[in-house]
């Protein structure tokens, strides 16, 4: 499993698991990082440090050492399914006769 210090930049994911202490791991579900929750990783810093994120329509930053703490899974590409649509054939016949 990859932690979410090894997440490229402009890349999605799922946090799957937050370790570390537990004041830790309270400061990061008040900041909305809980399993579950997509972020991406918007920019990192020259020298690799902080990490800013964008987690439910927020922007964050947390430090490296933090980051490594957040174990992340890459976010399933979903298909939306195919929208199938009827549409009748236009002719001119038929823009004639809706045409005033």
């Known amino acids: 499993m990859m932690t979410l210090e090894q997440v490229a930049v402009g890349v999605a994911v799922v946090v799957e698991k937050v370790g570390g202490a537990r004041s830790f791991r309270r400061r990061l579900m008040e900041l909305g990082i809980i399993p579950?929750?997509?972020v991406e990783v918007l920019r990192i810093a020259p020298f690799g440090d902080p990490l800013e994120l964008s987690a439910r329509g927020c922007n964050l930053s947390i430090r490296a050492a933090d980051a490594r703490q957040v174990e992340v899974e890459s976010v399933r590409s979903e298909r939306?399914?195919?929208?199938?649509?009827?549409?009748?054939?236009l002719t001119k016949s038929t823009l004639a006769k809706s045409s005033p």
């Open 36 to 38: 579950g929750t997509r």
């Open 80 to 89: 939306p399914a195919p929208i199938v649509a009827r549409v009748g054939a």
